[in-house]
């Protein structure tokens, strides 16, 4: 058994490590040096780190310096601090403290990443990969979700900038999900604009879930262009300025999701509106925007395209910037009277479109709505930005509609899809089951709203996902056609009298 090939007893180490973990990984290694040796660089190739092994691992980094030459993705699962006892059992002083300072263990938790900072990153010399991601918080005895804001939970800018900057330079691929949990309550400046500029010009994907973002966030500053402007900016592109945009020249995937993906932290709110709020006295948990009825197009999206126009990215593929708009909706009171003024057709298209999460191309210069419609039993269905229907749980569709490159392995480390994946021996984690339409239609009798009969039939189909020019389009339900009303021709079915 000592005599298998190194190359086998990686590949059997590697699915060892993916589908039974490091315990198993770990008791292999000790049969003998050679498959110790070949065991070492699988156990060290992708490092996953959560709340309680962090600090651990900081502990111990002096006696493996040598190992983590050897990594080439690390992945920081956050889980949501909450409280460890019911609320009441609290009394309000202690809970002001943890609103204003941050629970203990929230304190603990940001000096280990200081501490990462200064003692890991510098010696992950061979990093090509690096996520942040934060969990959602689990939920109560009701299923009711707490909310880590009273809780005293958020991540600061300031040791995550300082966390951005760390990395080395051969890290190419970066993602940052914090769900809006980088805030802090102090009154200084929050966004971390310029800490991603930092990373830019070197990185090759890049996804972003955070609480604020600026829209001149690829605009160096021509004074000092080895740092960008400090101070929140929300204005678009001059003609004058081409000349200070960066150059990312192996920026090949770049997403922007400003939905939220859970009930955890702020909103989005751009890093304007943040400052000015802080600066009236508006408490920093308190400050969101950018979602729910309000959704506007970011100037960011017109300056993306902007840069993109000028060459600023030359091996892009994917640029985009992933909203949630709500325009309509029968059961909410502000709605009622738009929806007594329209016809049966404007209703349904009001209906249809009432939900949509919005993908706005910036290489396109286009915006996809792309229509979410809860349907029953806790199912929605969505059609993509394709055009494809897909029926499945509200959090499993939108994150089918993100479509980033970024996916979470069987062991648990997230990285981009592909090449590099593949390289590292990496397995990815299949992906939640969505139904099509025929298939929830076999299995249900419930229908989407605006499922026409005429559909069943083969080759009839509906547009229903038609982009719209521009990614600065203000987007709307009356924006989109109406539908064939029942028993009128569909468009392209010439069988239909």
């Given amino acids: 058994m000592t005599h298998i090939l190194p190359e086998v007893l990686r590949t059997l180490f590697t699915l060892i490590r993916e589908q039974q973990g490091l315990r198993v990984l770990t008791h292999l290694a000790s049969v003998c040096k050679a498959w110790r040796d070949v065991a070492q660089s699988v156990l060290w190739t992708h490092v996953v780190l ?18 983590l030459k050897a990594v080439r993705s690390v992945t920081l699962h956050i889980e949501i601090i909450t409280l460890a006892l019911p609320r009441p059992e609290y009394d309000i002083e202690t809970l002001e403290s943890y609103r204003s300072h941050g629970s203990p263990k929230t304190q603990t938790l940001q000096r280990n ?9 510098p010696k992950l010399t061979s990093l090509e990969s690096f996520s942040l991601f934060v969990d959602e918080p689990p939920t109560t005895a009701g299923g009711h979700r707490v909310n880590p804001d009273d809780d005293g939970f958020w991540l600061e800018p300031e040791v ?16 940052l999900d914090t769900s809006g949990t980088d805030w802090s309550p102090k009154r200084g400046s929050h966004h971390l604009c310029p800490d991603i500029w930092y990373m830019l010009p070197s990185l090759r994907h890049v996804k972003l879930r955070i609480h604020s973002l600026c829209s001149r966030i690829f605009l160096r500053n021509s004074e000092h262009p080895d740092d960008r402007r400090n101070e929140p900016s929300l204005d678009e592109f001059l003609p004058t300025e081409a000349g200070d945009l960066i150059q990312a020249d192996h920026l090949a995937t770049l997403s922007i999701c400003i939905l939220p993906r859970m009930n955890a932290g702020c909103g989005f709110t751009s890093c304007p509106e943040l400052q000015a709020s802080l600066d009236r006295g508006v408490q920093p948990w308190l400050v969101s925007g950018g979602g729910g009825l309000d959704t506007r197009p970011l100037p960011l999206t017109s300056n993306l395209v902007s840069a993109h126009k000028r060459g600023c990215f030359p091996a892009a593929l994917k640029l985009e910037v992933v909203q949630e708009q709500w325009s309509f909706s029968s059961d909410m009171e502000e709605f009622e009277e738009d929806r007594l003024g329209m016809t049966e057709q404007e209703e349904q298209r009001a209906e249809l479109y009432g939900h949509t999460i919005l993908i706005r191309d910036c290489i396109e210069d286009q915006t996809y709505p792309m229509p979410l419609r809860y349907i029953t039993s806790g199912m929605y269905g969505l059609y993509d930005k394709s055009d494809h229907c897909f029926v499945g749980s509200e959090s499993d569709l939108i994150r089918h509609a993100e479509n980033t490159v970024w996916q979470e392995t069987v062991y648990g480390a997230r990285m981009p899809l592909g090449i590099q994946m593949a390289c590292a021996g990496a397995i990815p984690k299949l992906p939640p089951k969505l139904l099509t339409r025929k298939e929830w239609r076999q299995q249900s009798k419930k229908g989407m709203l605006s499922w026409r009969k005429e559909e069943g039939r083969s ?17 709307d339900h009356s924006l989109m056609p109406l539908l064939p009303g029942r028993g009128e021709p569909v468009p392209g079915d010439n069988r239909m009298s």
């Fill in 50 to 67: 959560n709340n309680d092994t962090l600090e651990n691992f900081i502990k111990s980094s002096e006696s493996v310096t040598d190992k």
């Fill in 113 to 121: 990443i200081g501490q990462f900072s200064c003692l890991i990153s």
């Fill in 160 to 175: 995550l900038g300082s966390l951005l900057r760390s990395l080395p330079a051969s890290c190419t691929s970066l993602e």
């Fill in 459 to 475: 080759g009839v189909k509906i547009r229903r996902v038609i982009p719209l020019k521009g990614v600065d389009v203000e987007f």
